[in-house]
């Protein structure tokens, strides 16, 4: 992880599940009301307690989400074809593959995705699983940081908070931006909440790597795999991450996690007020 800029005054720079399988005696939990926003600090999956002696027939683990907007409401900035294709095939390859290797761990079985994603992490030693798992994770996430005409400016305490982070709204866009133009490669550019600075962050991953293996909670995210623009924007990754910041983004979505981040950050002042 890259940790690119923080608190401009306070904090120092540094570098769901769709439960459809059973058991007699287990039914894997299903998402709560924020699925993915990894929230808290969860009760971790009871291994020990799993029962390896009892038979059961898995129809499903993880299903795919879909995107909360029709595949083609993102246009003209994001095409209904690219959708089709980064949605339809890309994620849909990474939930298949995932059940397809729970089948044969069951000693996985019952976590969340949170907890999955935790948990194969491995402190930064992954297991087989982690890649798909995180890239369920990070895609239904991404869905969910835009929206038919993002882009505008955030308001109230979400405004408040990145400018006290920040200085300005254009300074994080800007930093944004640059993080996204200057990750080589693979991966994702997060704003995220850092629980123990207690402040806004821009971070940067590599492949399926996410900020919920540091415990950070995610505000908003940006895919940089070449998968999620290349049928719209080709090569011209500056101008997709352009129209992102511009045209896309969700801050109504970013407003609403960083309203439930508080029960677990205490960021006093401002206020991020329930919409």
């Known amino acids: 992880m890259i940790l690119l800029s923080c608190s401009s ?10 439960a459809s ?3 007699p005696s287990t039914i894997l939990k299903s998402s709560s009301t924020f699925p993915h926003l990894g929230w808290g600090r969860r009760r971790s999956c009871n291994l020990p307690s799993i029962n390896r002696s009892v038979s059961k027939t898995t129809v499903a683990y993880y299903g795919l ?5 029709k595949l083609d409401a993102l246009e003209p900035y994001m095409s209904q074809k690219t959708l089709e294709v980064h949605w339809g095939a890309h994620h849909r390859n990474y939930v298949e593959a995932l059940n397809k ?5 069951d000693i996985l079985y019952g976590c969340t995705l949170d907890e999955l994603i935790r948990l194969t992490y491995n402190n930064g030693n992954p297991l087989p699983e982690f890649n798909n798992a995180a890239q369920v994770w990070n895609h239904d996430f991404f869905w969910e940081s835009m929206q038919p005409g993002g882009g505008e400016m955030p308001k ?3 405004l408040e908070q990145i400018e006290k982070d920040f200085g300005s709204f254009d300074n994080l866009k800007d930093k944004f931006i640059e993080a996204a133009l ?3 490669g693979s991966g994702w550019v997060w704003l995220v909440l850092k629980r123990e600075k207690r402040c806004l962050a821009i971070v940067k991953t590599s492949n399926a790597i996410n900020p919920l293996v540091w415990n950070d909670i995610p505000i908003i995210s940006l895919d940089l795999w070449e998968h999620a623009y290349y049928l719209d924007y080709k090569n011209d990754r500056a101008k997709y991450v352009n129209t992102y910041m511009n045209h896309l983004v969700s801050w109504n979505a970013a407003a609403a996690r960083m309203a439930r981040a508080q029960a677990f950050v205490n960021l006093g002042e401002p206020k991020i007020p329930v919409a």
């Open 21 to 23: 399988a059973a058991t």
């Open 65 to 69: 989400r879909s995107p909360p907007y």
């Open 156 to 158: 109230l305490g979400l």
């Open 101 to 105: 290797q729970l089948e044969k761990n």
């Open 182 to 184: 200057t990750s080589f």
């Open 9 to 18: 005054n306070h904090c120092s720079l540094s570098s769901n599940v769709m």
